[in-house]
């Protein structure tokens, strides 16, 4: 069965520094999605992604944040400078229709010191 | 505002009753309904999803309740079974946005053998 995949499953990185968390999509898929989880909290909506640019943003997703889809696999989200309070579970989704029915990943925690 | 949150932090229920997981929602633009289970470190898995023309939907082993009066949902699980021990999120969104989730707090669902 097709699955999304999260690189890294953890990373540690010093305050201030830059991080990237790379997806692979299930490959019919159309729709991306970055969403986080604070350890015991909600998952949050961060962004959205249909047709290689953002359709919705949240209020968490600011300057610090991007995404990119550069050759067509890969789905990255990259904050720029991070914060403690960056510290989460990010999960990638993907959907192939504006659905609510979407894909998870196993999500990549990200740990800011 | 908007918010989507569960009645209870924690179900415990034994093997092979029925469990009951409720949902209050309060933005009423709200038309599309989804719960999501979430294994211990995995991602969300959707479960089942019910839009506001209805107010039953039933699946395999699941039922979704939805009540627009007083904007309340439920997930009915028939014959708990130790494999449906996760956390439970109910979700909402609106038509045409359908991938940006707003989810609930989670219920926490034990099993007891």
């Known amino acids: 069965e097709p699955e999304v995949t999260q690189t890294p499953s953890h990373q540690v990185t010093q305050m201030g520094q830059e991080v990237i968390l790379r997806c692979v999509p299930i490959?019919?898929?159309?729709?991306f999605y970055w969403y986080r989880q604070i350890l015991g909290q909600k998952v949050e909506f961060l962004v959205s992604f249909y047709n290689n640019e953002i359709s919705e943003k949240s209020e968490i997703f600011d300057d610090q944040f991007s995404v990119e889809r550069p050759d067509g696999s890969n789905f990255t989200l990259k904050i720029r400078s991070t914060k403690l309070e960056d510290s989460a579970m990010y999960f990638c989704?993907?959907?192939?229709?504006?659905?609510?029915?979407?894909?998870f990943g196993e999500g990549s925690r990200l740990t800011v010191l | 505002g908007e918010s989507v949150g569960l009645h209870l932090p924690t179900l415990s229920v034994q093997e092979g009753d029925n469990s009951i997981i409720n949902c209050a929602y309060s933005n009423s633009a709200s038309d599309y309904f989804i719960w999501y289970k979430q294994e211990s470190g995995k991602g969300p898995q959707f479960i089942i999803d019910?839009?506001?023309?209805?107010d039953k939907r039933q699946g395999q082993r699941v039922t979704v309740l939805l009540n627009k009066t007083v904007k309340h949902l439920s997930l009915q699980i028939a014959a708990t079974q130790p494999g449906d021990s996760a956390v439970y999120f109910c979700?909402?969104?609106?038509?045409?946005?359908?991938?940006?989730?707003?989810f609930g707090q989670g219920t926490t669902l034990q099993v007891k053998p």
């Open positions: 490959s019919n898929h159309l729709y």
């Open positions: 989704a993907g959907g192939a229709m504006n659905t609510g029915e979407l894909f």
């Open positions: 979700a909402e969104t609106r038509s045409g946005n359908t991938g940006k989730l707003i």
């Open positions: 019910i839009r506001s023309n209805m």
